[in-house]
């Protein structure tokens, strides 16, 4: 089984900043099937992201994704007072352990 | 668009076996893959198992000797049973679906299972 690894695990940014969150996988990922989700406390993960690169129905483009192979990164390019919560990615049976993006 | 609700005891004794519903509403169900996962502070997001579009499941292969998955499209309906629980199994469980095997873009709100006795 691919294992996934995300990076870092608490991000302190403030509103407005730029947040960079990486997702590293164990073996190479065919297809880009890799998914991107948010979730706010007390709710469901909402998905973002699939295939690596495309938003979800209703994501602001604020939110984008990139990477290939083992490498895969969830870029918000200004963060909003709902973006500071818990991030995970997915791929087939599997997600990261998460990343919380936290208010500095 | 396709609203997902869990139904089911929240309280379940050790060694017995936990049975879920999930309700679905706006989706036809040979259109869709229909999931359930759980997520626990001790092991995070865990995905349990799905039924293709076809009807027939496919389970986690650490599950997969404790879990029955099950549709009955007459009720709009599909069931998750986990035997023999113990207190690891204790977590909140989803049932999600999507038009793709590969992620899930419809989720049900959650529902906390507790195994204690």
């Known amino acids: 089984d691919i294992a996934l690894t995300q990076s870092p695990g608490i991000l302190s940014l403030s509103p407005g900043e730029r947040a960079t969150l990486s997702c590293r996988a164990s073996q190479s990922i065919t297809g880009n099937y890799l998914a991107w989700y948010r979730q706010k406390p007390g709710q469901a993960p909402g998905l973002l992201i699939y295939?690596?690169?495309r938003r979800a129905a209703g994501i602001p483009d604020r939110f984008s994704g990139s990477g290939s192979g083992t490498d895969f990164t969830l870029t918000i390019s200004r963060l909003e007072p709902e973006d500071f919560v818990v991030y995970y990615c997915?791929?087939?049976?599997?997600f990261g352990q998460g990343t919380k993006v936290e208010i500095k | 668009q396709v609203q997902l609700q869990e139904s089911g005891p929240r309280l379940v004794k050790p060694s017995e076996t936990l049975s879920l519903t999930c309700t679905v509403s706006g989706g036809a169900f040979n259109s869709y893959y229909w999931s359930w996962l759980r997520q626990s502070a001790g092991k995070g997001l865990e995905y349990i198992g799905h039924i293709d579009k076809n009807g027939s499941p496919n389970y986690s292969p650490s599950l997969k000797s404790r879990v029955t998955m099950s549709v009955d499209t007459s009720k709009n309906q599909f069931y998750l049973k986990l035997s023999s629980v113990t207190a690891a199994d204790t977590a909140v469980y989803y049932c999600a679906s999507d038009i793709s095997s590969a992620w899930w873009f419809y989720w049900g709100q959650g529902t906390l299972i507790t195994v204690s006795s």
């Open positions: 295939a690596a690169s």
């Open positions: 997915q791929q087939g049976g599997t």
